[in-house]
């Protein structure tokens, strides 16, 4: 039986080491406001703990826990402080869980991290860790394959090493954040601080860091980038918030706004340009011989360039252009040698596609065979991106361009994101400056440059139109087409078999082409390998906990897991899911629509690959009645129904109202609309009131809320279910807003209001999972007052739960005065009998 345990000073409260040795799985630790010691600290398999203070440091802890293996420690409104030698303020053991809620984490002790995680969970929210005597380290340690996330919190040095991943979310990090040895951090928004000279953020060997949004306070900060990915939409660096990036040649950076310096293995300081190493003089100058020779060497240490794009997975179309364009200029080559005219050729390309499609691959060996051909003097390949051209100084962005194509000269320049170049608005365009500075500098090196652009087909086309000398400049276009998923698949198997991993291929191929074709976003090879990485994070996982298992073989259970368990385990959930559906209060109607609706869903399915027809069913769906009947506990049901089924990604349900939707200017519902449909992909968006965005149609935004939702109900019917609720009135005069809305939501189901009986029902049900109740007297009471009111005052479930949260209460200010009784939990029938009074 689940316990609160109280603990402080006076009758009934135990003391602090009594309370935490007698409490047992889902007992709760109550502590008075105070200061509580206990230097020798305690290793935890399983507590709750909860400061009963105004605010957390009111409640005030003085030791140390250490979970055991696979132990579970949640601590809630209180400060924590370790004192003790050679201890962590917490330390988390393999498999073990953290759960942090306002709580403030410190330490005195040296090169003992308040809060080492060693292969664990940890979930932390509106809380701070800091180390207050020691600024140069981590206070927050996730190390050895461990998962974080981190709410609205401020952390004091954030460490994340060894395959580990953490999450952040409005938070800020002070001092630093070090990600190493092949671990993530990805962010929506981060605030990161400097309170000393050195690198605010370092990323090494292997890692990665994502986020929407960074800020910085004013001044300058450093970034060291090795081996790694650094990625930032967002960001508020200007003349008063800068930040400088050291990046070795192996790295992706793609920060705008920030200063980006190349570092090489022989420089003792970093080159501001992003350059190739230089050949040495001998090398550049175009004598055919010696460089045949030397790629003849190369060569034999491995297949040749062309060789390695021909064995790349898909591009048929693409090779087929690469290979053309090559032989030409191959032909040209040998021609020129013979002092025989050439065919007119320009080496400048524009590689179209989306993300994940291979144009930086293919850009790179493209470089690398025009050097080993001998068409270019040089091994060079140079990328870069809008960040590297333009500068935010009037007249800068020429001279730091030129510099770039400068550095390039006798092999390959590839511009990443060409589009983001032509901006429109705005009364000054660097980018126009930039490109005009290309266009000249690819008329006088057509023979001894190569310039690419690369970006998504759309935007390339506005980037084209730019400047209508771009496109006779480039003309050889190569489209990258979007890989299929048994692509996918492939590629997938391939880069885990070049990490020396043996695996299942044909279950692997299964689940991957299932999963790639319900992804919401795509994403190609980049969709892959974030697999990959998720899958060998569980592989990691499980050989740490099994010392004996092989660690080259990746288990068709660990597969099974990424994909959210077998096939026969996703029936049972289905199973289980209609189970509970069932055993609910009334709703009988629902219960048939549900049922049915599973059964059309798990034909659909079926028939998927059978059916000559490739269009995906829709089940977008309206829910109308009144307040309280169940509608967001059925739309949060579908949800893990449809998951299960393997027709959404996700469980999760994103519930919004107008509010969320609509927008207070021109252009700010559309944006709004956007971000809560593209928050909702791959499960359900539930639409709180929907009727509410067109009840003052002509007088502002609600209907542009609504035209955008239309265009994604359409574009993305397979990739989510939008569930749209409200009273039965109000939804039929919402549908007939807009021709195109019934159209698109073909379902509806109404809830009808609950019985008195059903409602005494609720009541019982509730009351009786945690306390001891006549039933039937609770549930004739209980009827008869609901049957008793006026119409306009049954609210259905709302009104259940608001009388079970009265007797509840009255039944504990009861036991203030009774802690003595024999059965604590037992509701006196005294006390049910005055219930409908209050």
């Given at each position: 039986?689940?316990r609160?345990i109280?603990v402080g000073?006076?009758?009934?409260k ?5 309370a ?9 630790i ?5 200061v509580?010691d206990?230097?020798?600290g ?6 709750r703990?909860v ?5 957390p440091?009111?409640?005030q802890l003085?030791?140390y826990?250490?979970t ?6 949640q601590l809630?409104?209180?400060?924590f402080?370790?004192q003790s ?11 073990s869980?953290?759960?942090l809620t ?6 005195t ?20 860790i800091?180390w207050?005597?020691y ?5 927050l ?8 996330i981190?709410?609205?919190s ?5 460490y994340i090493g060894k395959?580990?991943t953490c999450?952040v979310?409005e938070s800020q ?8 040895h092949?671990?993530?951090?990805t ?6 601080d400097r309170l ?11 890692s990665?860091v994502?986020t929407?949004?960074?800020d ?12 790694s990915?650094f990625?930032?939409?967002q960001?508020?660096?200007?003349d ?12 992706t950076?793609?920060?705008q706004?920030?200063?980006v ?19 040495p003089?001998k ?5 055919p011989?010696?460089e045949k ?5 190369t060569?034999s ?9 021909n ?5 048929g ?8 364009f090559?032989?030409l200029?191959?032909f ?10 050439t065919i ?7 590689y179209l ?9 293919v850009?790179r060996?493209?470089?690398k ?5 001998g068409?270019?003097?040089k ?5 870069v991106?809008?960040?590297n ?6 007249g800068?962005t ?24 032509y901006?429109?608005g705005?009364?000054v365009?660097w ?8 266009l ?15 970006g998504y087909?759309k935007?390339?086309d506005?980037?084209?139109a730019m ?5 006779s400049r480039?003309p050889?276009?190569?489209k990258?087409?979007d ?7 492939t ?9 020396k ?8 191929d ?24 998720k ?5 990691a996982d499980?050989c ?5 298992r ?7 259970s660990?597969?099974q897991?990424?994909a ?14 209609l ?14 629509f549900?049922h049915?609706?599973?059964?059309r869903?798990t034909v ?11 269009e995906?069913p829709t089940?977008?769906?309206v829910?109308?009645?009144?307040p309280?009947?169940?509608?967001t ?9 449809f ?8 469980d999760?349900?994103?519930e919004v109202?107008?509010?969320d939707?609509v ?5 700010h ?8 449909v ?9 639409v ?19 035209e955008?939702?239309?265009t994604?109900l359409?574009?993305n ?12 009135d109000?939804?039929?005069?919402f549908l007939s ?16 209001d609950?019985?008195?009986?059903e ?5 019982c049900r ?6 001891v109740?006549n039933?039937n007297l609770?549930?004739h ?17 709302r009104w259940?739960?608001?009388y079970?949260d ?6 504990k200010?009861?036991?203030v005065?009774?802690?003595d009784?024999d ?6 029938d ?9």
């Amino acid at each position: 039986m689940k316990r609160a345990i109280s603990v402080g000073k006076g009758f009934g409260k135990k003391d602090l080491h009594e309370a935490i040795t007698q409490s047992q799985v889902g007992d709760v630790i109550v502590l008075d406001p105070g200061v509580y010691d206990f230097p020798n600290g305690y290793v935890i398999n399983n507590l709750r703990m909860v400061g009963n203070g105004a605010k957390p440091t009111d409640v005030q802890l003085n030791g140390y826990f250490s979970t055991k293996k696979g132990g579970v420690l949640q601590l809630e409104n209180l400060i924590f402080n370790c004192q003790s030698p050679k201890q962590n303020t917490i330390y988390l053991r393999p498999q073990s869980s953290l759960v942090l809620t306002k709580v403030i984490v410190d330490s005195t002790i040296e090169k003992y991290p308040p809060v080492f995680a060693n292969n664990a969970n940890v979930k932390i929210t509106a809380s701070e860790i800091r180390w207050s005597k020691y600024h140069d380290t981590s206070a927050l340690y996730v190390n050895a394959s461990s998962y974080a996330i981190v709410s609205k919190s401020i952390i004091n040095g954030l460490y994340i090493g060894k395959q580990s991943t953490c999450e952040v979310q409005e938070s800020q990090v002070i001092y630093f954040a070090n990600i190493q040895h092949g671990s993530t951090l990805t962010a929506d928004a981060l605030y990161l601080d400097r309170l000393f000279d050195g690198d605010s953020l370092t990323i090494d060997d292997g890692s990665q860091v994502k986020t929407d949004q960074i800020d910085f306070p004013d001044g300058q900060y450093a970034a060291l980038v090795t081996h790694s990915l650094f990625k930032c939409g967002q960001n508020n660096l200007d003349d008063q918030h800068q930040l400088t990036i050291q990046m070795d040649e192996q790295s992706t950076v793609d920060v705008q706004n920030a200063v980006v310096n190349i570092i090489r293995p022989t420089q003792t300081s970093p080159d501001p340009m992003p350059t190739q190493k230089k050949q040495p003089e001998k090398d550049a100058s175009p004598k055919p011989k010696p460089e045949k020779a030397q790629n003849q060497q190369t060569a034999s240490k491995g297949p040749s360039a062309l060789e390695q794009l021909n064995a790349m997975v898909g591009l048929g179309d693409v090779k087929a252009a690469v290979t053309k364009f090559i032989n030409l200029a191959v032909f040209n080559q040998k021609r020129k040698a013979k002092n025989l005219p050439t065919i007119s050729q320009s080496y400048h390309s524009i590689y179209l596609g989306n993300p994940g499609t291979g144009k930086t691959t293919v850009a790179r060996l493209v470089a690398k065979i025009m050097y080993e051909k001998g068409v270019m003097p040089k091994d060079k390949y140079v990328e870069v991106s809008r960040q590297n051209l333009v500068s935010p100084n009037v007249g800068g962005t020429a001279v730091q361009t030129k510099k770039v194509l400068e550095s390039a000269l006798g092999g390959v320049l590839f511009i990443d994101e060409a589009y983001s170049l032509y901006q429109k608005g705005g009364s000054v365009n660097w980018g126009q400056e930039a490109v005009d500075t290309i266009l000249k500098f690819m008329e006088d090196h057509r023979a001894d440059l190569m310039i690419i652009f690369a970006g998504y087909t759309k935007e390339m086309d506005d980037f084209i139109a730019m400047n209508p000398g771009l496109k006779s400049r480039a003309p050889n276009v190569f489209k990258f087409e979007d890989y299929t998923p048994q692509e996918i698949s492939t590629i997938g198997v391939k880069l885990l078999h070049d990490k020396k991993f043996s695996l299942n291929d044909h279950l692997y191929d299964q689940i991957v082409q299932s999963a790639y074709e319900n992804s919401v976003d795509g994403g190609n090879g980049r969709w892959v390998r974030n697999f990959n990485d998720k899958l060998l994070r569980i592989v990691a996982d499980h050989c740490v906990a099994d010392t004996n298992r092989d660690m080259t073989k990746i288990l068709d259970s660990d597969i099974q897991e990424l994909a959210g368990g077998t096939e026969e385990m996703k029936q049972n959930n289905v199973k289980h899911l209609l189970s509970e559906l069932d055993a609910m209060v009334g709703l009988d109607n629902v219960k048939s629509f549900v049922h049915d609706l599973v059964n059309r869903a798990t034909v659909d399915k079926k028939l998927a690959d059978k059916l000559p027809s490739k269009e995906k069913p829709t089940y977008h769906m309206v829910f109308t009645g009144n307040p309280g009947t169940g509608k967001t506990t059925i739309a949060r049901l579908i949800a893990q129904i449809f998951y299960n089924l393997g027709i959404l990604q996700k469980d999760t349900v994103s519930e919004v109202s107008r509010s969320d939707l609509v927008g207070e200017y021109i252009g700010h519902t559309e944006a709004k609309t956007r971000k809560v449909v593209r928050n909702a992909m791959g499960g359900v968006l539930f639409v709180d009131e929907a009727y509410q965005l067109t009840a003052n149609y002509d007088q502002d935004f609600g209907h542009q809320a609504v035209e955008t939702l239309l265009t994604e109900l359409e574009n993305n019917r397979d990739k989510f279910i939008a569930i749209f609720a409200g009273y039965t009135d109000e939804m039929t005069t919402f549908l007939s807003s807009n021709p195109g809305l019934r159209s698109r939501i073909p379902l509806t189901i109404h809830f009808d209001d609950y019985t008195p009986a059903e409602v005494a029902e609720i009541v019982c049900r509730r009351v009786a999972s945690d306390w001891v109740v006549n039933e039937n007297l609770l549930k004739h009471l209980v009827a008869s007052k609901y049957q008793s009111l006026p119409d306009n005052e049954k609210s259905n479930g709302r009104w259940a739960r608001n009388y079970v949260d009265q007797l509840i209460n009255h039944q504990k200010s009861w036991l203030v005065d009774h802690m003595d009784a024999d059965d604590v939990t037992r509701i006196p029938d005294e006390l049910v009998m005055q219930s409908p009074q209050w």
